[in-house]
Antibody, heavy 119, light 110 residues
Framework: QLQLQESGPGLVKPSETLSLTCTVS??????????WGWIRQPPGKGLEWIGS???????YYNPSLKSRVTMSVDTSKNQFSLKLTSVTAADTAVYYC???????????WGQGTLVTVSS | QSALTQPPSASGSPGQSVTISCTGT?????????VSWYQQHPGKAPKVMIY???ERPSGVPDRFSGSKSGNTASLTVSGLQAEDEADYYC??????????FGGGTKLTVL
């Protein structure tokens, strides 16, 4: 079945750029039926949608993060990526990637990766 | 866009039913039938339980049901079981290619 796995540094310094990659296995990222999304969850807090990308490269970002977010897709590697610039401690969170249906609901999700912003 | 409003906590005894609300606005919950609900156990990734207000993915017990009235969506868990104890989050399409989540509800099975 489809599986997603996040990867990237677990520690990022303030003001630097957070970079994560999601590798999709068990299915193609080129499917016309789905989008691919990033969601984050600060420790002990709720979920926040970061943004989504279509295999063609079309992107959709949370307005509150739009100025700092860039998402990209590499269909040859079946991966999509997230970059978040100028990070602060408030960006410390578990970051999840997930398959998204019609810019709507997410299923399945990756296991998540904790990114801590600290000097 | 603001987060959807959920009660911080809910509880019920085994076998009982509990309903969790998710209140938005006429720009998100009230405007679209694109409300979904997620269950999250501690240390685990969220799992979709309901999508498009009341649809259940394959494998989700029919004890879980969803509905919507106006700007408020609801998740009802019937016949509560110990394993239903978890955090629950709602989300809604909010127009202009935006998505918003609720703040989450901690469900306790007494």
């Amino acid at each position: 079945q489809l599986q997603l796995q996040e990867s990237g540094p677990g520690l990022v310094k303030p003001s630097e750029t957070l970079s994560l990659t999601c590798t999709v296995s068990g299915g193609s990222i080129r499917s016309s039926s789905f989008y691919w999304g990033w969601i984050r969850q600060p420790p002990g807090k709720g979920l926040e949608w970061i943004g989504s990308i279509y295999y063609s490269g079309s992107t959709y970002y949370n307005p509150s993060l739009k100025s700092r977010v860039t998402m990209s897709v590499d269909t040859s590697k079946n991966q999509f990526s997230l970059k978040l610039t100028s990070v602060t401690a408030a960006d410390t969170a578990v970051y999840y990637c997930a398959r998204q249906y019609s810019l709507n609901w997410f299923d399945p999700w990756g296991q998540g990766t904790l990114v801590t912003v600290s000097s | 866009q603001s987060a959807l409003t959920q009660p911080p906590s809910a509880s019920g005894s085994p076998g009982q039913s509990v309903t969790i609300s998710c209140t938005g606005t006429s720009s998100d919950v009230g405007a679209y039938n694109y409300v979904s609900w997620y269950q999250q156990h501690p240390g685990k990734a969220p799992k979709v339980m309901i999508y498009e207000v009341s649809e259940r993915p394959s494998g989700v017990p029919d004890r879980f049901s969803g509905s919507k009235s106006g700007n408020t969506a609801s998740l009802t868990v019937s016949g509560l079981q110990a394993e239903d104890e978890a955090d629950y989050y709602c989300s809604s399409y909010a127009g202009s290619n935006n998505l918003v989540f609720g703040g989450g509800t901690k469900l306790t099975v007494l």
